[in-house]
Nanobody, 118 residues
Framework: QVQLVESGGGLVQAGGSLRLSCATS????????LGWYRQAPGKQRELVAT???????NYADSVKGRFTISRDNAKNTVYLQMNSLKPEDTAVYYC????????????WGQGTQVTVSS
């Protein structure tokens, strides 16, 4: 059973930083893309950043220059360093992975709350 477990969320003042981590486990043969999405109250879930197994990254325009996604392939873990946080970054952040077990599938973590106060 594949599990994605996020950590590192919390409450921070505007301008501050947080680092999210997402550890994957459970019968994994290979991982393709990993990423972070977020969902604010009353809004749809949106892409924040993704990273391929080869290290290619993609960011939402709203976080470019402030957030950095990275991964440790040996640990099957993905990170999101968030700097210069703004109140509009407040959301539940979800880890995503395209993972091979017996077949390729898309998996999600349970989410971690990030709250940025003004």
């Amino acid at each position: 059973q594949v599990q994605l477990v996020e950590s590192g969320g919390g409450l921070v003042q505007a301008g501050g930083s947080l680092r999210l981590s997402c550890a994957t486990s459970g019968g994994i043969f290979s991982i393709s893309a990993l990423g972070w999405y977020r969902q604010a109250p009353g809004k749809q879930r949106e892409l924040v950043a993704t990273i391929t197994s080869g290290g290619l990254t993609n960011y939402a325009d709203s976080v470019k220059g402030r957030f950095t996604i990275s991964r440790d392939n040996a640990k099957n873990t993905v990170y999101l360093q968030m700097n210069s946080l703004k109140p509009e970054d407040t959301a539940v952040y979800y880890c995503y992975g395209n993972i091979l077990t017996r077949r390729w599938g898309d998996y999600w973590g349970q989410g971690t709350q990030v709250t940025v106060s003004s």
